[in-house]
Every structure is written in C-alpha cells, then in structure tokens.
C-alpha cells in the first residue's frame, strides 16, 4: 500500500498531507487522472485546503497558471481554460438555498463538458451528479509545516488510489 494511503470498510480511502506543497502534489496526481465530465465535490471546515487540493487539480489537467488559482468565495465560478479540458472552480459558501444554487446557474457547470470541482458540496448533496467524486478533507493533527490533513475519497474510482 502506498504511504499515506489508509483503506476503509467503507470502502472510502484516506490520504494524509503534512504541507501545503504536498496537498497540491496529491491534488496534481488527482488531476492526471481526471476525465471530462468529471464532478469533484469537496467538503471540509474553513482552512483545511480545499482550494490548496483544487490548485493541485489545476496543475494535473494542465492549467497555466495553475498557481493562480483562487477560491471563488465572492465570484461563485473561476473558470481556468488552456487545460486538456476547461476546469470550473465552484463555491458554494455563499449560496443559502437550492434555488439560488440554481438561479446561480452553479448545476449548469456540472455538465458544461470540463471537470467540475465544488466547495462546500456537503451543503448541497442533491444537487450532485450520482457519479460525483465525494472528496473530505480534515484536520487531523499538526506538523511543523502547519496542518496535517486527512483528505478521504468516498467509493473512489480505481484511478485515484495511487
């Protein structure tokens, strides 16, 4: 099994950063293998480096200027073009209600024909597509380069366990 991998029953598997340099290194090896039409939902409290993995992503499916991805807290959609295909970085902090999710347009992106990443998808679960990548991510200790997370897959495709 590789380092920082953990199986569940569930059969969800968990990864673990210790650095921000490593949760876009994981994100990178998840974007390699991201498909067109693919919806990652991400879930986690403030700060435990959902747009840091989405900068990882970035960089896997070939954005330029993966570094200046940004989380669309205030805008709702980044749309990052230049890549195997377009990634739509989505926000849903902001948004109080299905119907403004869908006045917003937000679900359009899902099948817009990119890859669809989503913050905060736990406050809107169904609205996703079945076929989401249901991505957590946690604190789960401390290091000396900041927090240790626990970035968990549930059901992951065979392509994401690395």
Known sequence: MPPGLEPSERGTVSYFTSS???TIELGRKMGEVLREGDV?????ELGTGKTC???GLALGLGVPDADDVISPTFTLVN???GARFPLYHLDAYRIESIEDFQRAGLDEFFY????AVLEW???WPALLPAYSIRV???I???SSAGHILRISIEDPPPRLIF
């Open 20 to 22: 921000p340099a490593e």
């Open 40 to 44: 990652v939902a991400l879930s986690g």
């Open 53 to 55: 993995l989405t900068k």
């Open 79 to 81: 749309e990052y073009v």
């Open 112 to 115: 817009a024909g990119g890859v």
């Open 121 to 123: 998808a736990d406050k």
């Open 136 to 138: 957590t991510l946690a």
């Open 140 to 142: 789960a200790g401390e």
